[in-house]
């Protein structure tokens, strides 16, 4: 995984509550066995009409927002199915950040594990950023810090997957090195109940 | 101190904990079952041939097809071939890495949510993930049971453990009785709940599920209710394992047998409970007394209301709510509903009996006795879609097949189907369908369609009348 970096950027704002993960990437992508190339179908169903051609009154759709970096949302962002396809979606078209009131818990975790960064703000930053979505924003990690035009902000993530994301740590060679005490929780739980061996 | 189940479970699978003494770190948690399916775990396996990485417990992990197969004639070739490829990635790598697959053909092929259980791969104390956020039904069994994303399904395949912050304790206590427990189901408690506390509702949190009216249902309804605690943004749902759990699983093709059986059940009587005086972080109580069948009527599962209602008025769903106002407003727009039309004025156009909420034998028997002797409505094509091979099996035996079909439902092969529409089973734009499953989002069972969720019964009942009906007149 890359180095969480500071990231200069203006918003794009979604402004719809409980964003689910089937309006994220529709299920018809969900087929494809590769990570990559799902940017050109985040939002599908809201971008497209069934007969492909953008739609104008969507968010992505339009020019002013191209190239940001920060995706602005509401409460509940990512709710629903645990597809990682979601995150891979929204990285993949060019995000870095996510902005919203509230995650759902398991698109939140698949969040770090990609190296986009959800960051949760309260109600009225929120409320001021969908209308000021013209200011350049300034995301820390390192320091939690947000910079909204000339207001600062902070943040709260927990030290141990703030310091993945800075680091770019790989978490399953994190896990290895503690191979022995894997192995001894085997050895151990068999005694208290056998769900350890082989059914 | 006194320890709810959750605690217990959770205590007895941490491998180490990042910073000793503490609460905020990150534990390491073993895992006692890995369960796969084709759609959430190719990208997995690549990643453990991009860095030479093995299974470290093959034995532990159990793979099957069930998202995106047809459940058309199975002997015929896959004819969509992006599945095909899905669905062989999996065939490949199950052999590659020594995973047991329960593959296309195969007896015990299903919802890989129905065939756990079934199988005897869950039980009761262990930790189960899949790459799927229903995993929470297992719960049902005393299982702690939740979704988990394709890094760490790659992460589990790789060490067998999982990163994870404790989660919050949350309990649910349902009390009373159903006036008529054959027209008012586990679906209608689990999406009152929803309706209550909202999709945001268990975020952070383990719901345990208590109460006397939990404790009369059976382990099917139990896993209805677990099924559907995602849908209220929990991972997972808990609920206690009694004798009736023991019966359930004893027996079963992976459970322990004999004498080793008898004491695993001693050990889960005496340790799987939840302390009397112990603490939850958060509580709330339903009584069922007076609840009846529920329909879902906008684009997430807390838009639910009683079948003798009116589609309400945005103003009134929201409560002051400013985001839940234009949420409400969105959803009347997509579900082409206007504010004020009694819920049962609503016809339909599909019926989809099936998912891994609803498609097991206690739910084809409750639907087939609002079935028999009836016929489905000129005006709407309804399937039913059994969880598992062997529910289909089961259900053939007492001659359900026959029931559904004399009806005009076509009777499928087992599979996600319609719940989410990744195989051919979609609905077309515009269509309005009566669903046993767990998401009426937006586009969920084909774009442009429109879901209503609802009990088996309430389904049943809908496919015969052609619009939604009290079920509580038939039952």
Redesign the interface.
């Given at each position: 995984m890359e180095p969480f970096k500071v990231i200069k950027s203006k918003v794009t704002p979604l402004?719809?509550?409980?964003v689910?993960t089937?309006?994220i990437i529709?299920?018809?992508f969900?087929?494809?066995?590769?990570?990559t190339g799902f940017g050109k179908y985040l939002f599908y169903?809201w971008r497209f009409d069934?007969d492909g051609n953008p739609k104008r009154k969507f968010v992505l759709n339009d020019p002013k927002y191209t190239g940001r970096q920060i995706l602005l949302a509401?409460?509940?962002f990512g709710?629903?199915?645990?597809?990682?396809?979601a995150?891979w979606a929204i990285q993949d078209y060019g995000f870095k950040a996510i902005i919203a009131q509230?995650f759902?818990?398991?698109f939140y975790?698949?969040c770090f594990?990609?190296g986009l960064l959800p960051v949760s703000l309260r109600s009225e930053e929120i409320e001021y950023l969908f209308r000021n979505t013209d200011l350049n924003i300034e995301i820390d990690l390192f320091n939690q810090q947000v910079t909204i035009g000339a207001i600062i902000t902070h943040f709260k993530i927990?030290?141990?997957r703030k310091k993945a994301l800075l680091q770019g740590l790989d978490?399953?060679d994190v896990?290895?090195q503690?191979e022995s005490?894997?192995a001894e929780?085997?050895k151990k739980?068999k005694v208290?109940?056998?769900?350890?061996d082989?059914? | 101190m006194p320890k709810t189940i959750f605690e217990k479970i959770w205590d007895n699978h941490i491998v180490y904990f990042e910073k000793e003494g503490s609460n905020d770190g990150p534990s390491l948690v073993y895992i006692d079952r890995h369960l796969l399916h084709e759609v959430t775990s190719p990208q997995a396996f690549d990643g453990l041939r991009l860095n030479g990485r093995r299974v470290r417990r093959p034995d532990l992990t159990f793979a099957t097809m069930d998202h995106n197969v047809p459940t058309s004639n199975r002997s015929l070739p896959i004819v969509d071939q992006i599945s095909r490829t899905q669905i062989q990635a999996l065939a490949q790598n199950c052999k590659e890495f020594g995973i047991t697959l329960f593959d296309f053909n195969n007896p015990n092929q299903g919802i890989v949510h129905v065939i756990g259980p079934e199988m005897g791969i869950t039980l009761p104390g262990t930790t189960i993930v899949c790459g799927d956020s229903h995993t929470s039904t297992h719960g049902a069994l005393g299982t702690l049971a939740f979704g988990i994303g394709t890094s760490e399904v790659e992460h589990v395949l790789a060490t067998q453990c999982l990163w994870m912050y404790k989660p919050k304790t949350f309990a649910i206590t349902i009390t009373g009785k159903c006036k008529n427990p054959h027209a008012i189901t586990a679906k209608d408690v689990i999406l009152s709940i929803i309706k209550r506390i909202g999709t945001a509702g268990g975020t952070g949190t383990i719901i345990e599920y208590k109460g006397e009216m939990i404790t009369d249902l059976s382990i099917e309804q139990r896993m209805t209710i677990c099924n559907m605690s995602i849908e209220a943004g929990a991972r997972a749902g808990l609920i206690v394992p009694d004798q009736k759990a023991f019966d359930y699983i004893r027996g079963r093709t992976y459970t322990p047998k004999g004498e080793q059986f008898e004491k695993m059940v001693d050990y889960w009587r005496e340790n799987l409970i939840t302390d009397a005086n112990a603490k939850f972080e958060r509580d709330i109580t339903l009584n069922v007394n007076d609840l009846v069948p529920q329909v879902s009527w906008g684009t997430n599962p807390s838009m639910v209301i009683d079948v003798t209602d009116t589609i309400p008025y945005p103003d009134d769903f929201a409560n002051g709510n400013e985001n839940e106002r234009k949420a409400a407003l969105r959803a009347l727009e997509y579900m082409a509903l206007k504010p004020a039309t009694p819920i049962t004025d609503v016809q339909i156009d599909r019926v989809f009996i099936g998912s891994c909420t609803n498609s097991r034998l206690d739910d084809l028997l409750e639907a087939s006795l609002v079935v028999k002797g009836r016929k489905v409505s000129c005006k709407v094509r309804a399937m039913v879609v059994p969880g598992s091979q062997q529910v289909k099996i089961e259900a053939e035996r007492l001659g359900l097949d026959k029931v559904f079909k004399d009806a005009g439902f076509e009777w499928r092969e087992s599979g996600c189907s319609m719940c989410l529409g990744m195989n051919s089973d979609i609905l077309g734009p515009g269509e309005r369908c009566a669903s046993t499953s767990n998401r009426n989002f937006e586009g969920r069972q084909g774009s442009g369609g429109r879901t209503h969720l609802v009990s088996p019964v309430m389904a049943a009942a809908a496919a015969i009348e052609g619009h939604f009906v009290d079920v509580r007149k038939w039952l």
């Open positions: 402004d719809i509550s409980n689910d089937d309006q529709p299920k018809q969900l087929k494809l066995i590769q990570r169903d069934r509401r409460d509940n709710s629903g199915s645990s597809r990682e396809h995150v509230s759902a818990d398991i975790i698949n594990k990609v927990d030290e141990y978490e399953i896990t290895l503690l005490k894997i929780y085997e739980n208290i109940a056998p769900y350890t082989k059914p | -």
